[in-house]
């Protein structure tokens, strides 16, 4: 009988292997070793050198007593959208930059910055408005990436709101991993309301177009096409 179990080991063996997988807790586990665990590190390292390139260039003497706010990067091909990785590269430099003791404001909180269209974070938006006056303290963290085939390319500027001078620059290239090029894929464009016109603001070549004067009597006589008669 011993034997028979013996026998009958390598069989048992085989059989826990393979449900071994199927069991809860006994799954892979992700470690730090883990693909897509390096890669998304990878895009940290990346915001915290992008982060280096705007502050580590001595002297700062021109940066003294300014005050960083963060605004998503966009698409360079169309600055009113944005994707999770320009998102996330902006929530990522209030940190970097606030760990190098370079203050950070929420500006989303108190509306220093407004776009039309309720997008409160585009900075580089066409129709973005960033009011200037009572603002010498604000330097705006903007930038743009460009999403090619293999690669991301991403620029940044800590620009002076009260006139725009680029007070810092960086720049990146990423390599398009998954978690890269998932991040990557910009918003869908905002469609536009239809227009519609109410009947009292169409004009009076549209209200004639629809509604054709009628002859009457008292025109041709305005335009002294009829003789007018006195008396008997």
Not at 215 to 230: T, V
Request: hydrophobic letters at 45%.
């Amino acid at each position: 009988m011993i034997e028979v179990a013996m026998h009958n080991l390598p069989r048992l063996f085989l059989l826990c292997a393979l449900l071994l997988p199927l069991l809860p807790g006994c799954g892979p586990t992700r470690t730090a070793n883990d693909p897509s665990y390096v890669d998304a590190v990878e895009v940290k390292l990346k915001c915290r050198e992008l982060a280096d390139q705007m502050l580590a260039t001595t002297p700062n003497d021109a940066l003294q007593g300014f005050v960083a706010m963060p605004a998503s990067f966009v698409d360079q091909n169309n600055t009113s959208l944005s994707s999770p990785l320009g998102r996330l590269i902006a929530e990522s430099l209030f940190y970097e930059f606030n760990q190098r003791g370079f203050p950070t404001r929420e500006y989303r909180l108190t509306g220093r910055i407004s776009v039309q269209g309720g997008r409160d974070d585009l900075a580089l938006a066409a129709n973005q408005i960033v009011p200037t006056k009572g603002q010498k303290w604000a330097a705006l963290v903007v930038g743009t990436y460009y999403v090619d085939k293999d690669a991301t390319f991403v620029n940044a500027r800590l620009v002076r709101a009260s006139d725009g001078l680029v007070l810092r620059a960086g720049q990146l290239v990423l390599v398009n991993t998954p978690i890269v090029a998932r991040m990557g894929k910009s918003d869908p464009a905002p469609v536009a309301a239809p227009v519609v016109k109410s009947a009292a603001v169409t004009t009076r070549a549209e209200r004639r177009a629809l509604y054709p004067p009628l002859h009457s009597p008292a025109e041709s006589i305005s335009s002294g096409s009829i003789a007018i008669k006195q008396g008997k």
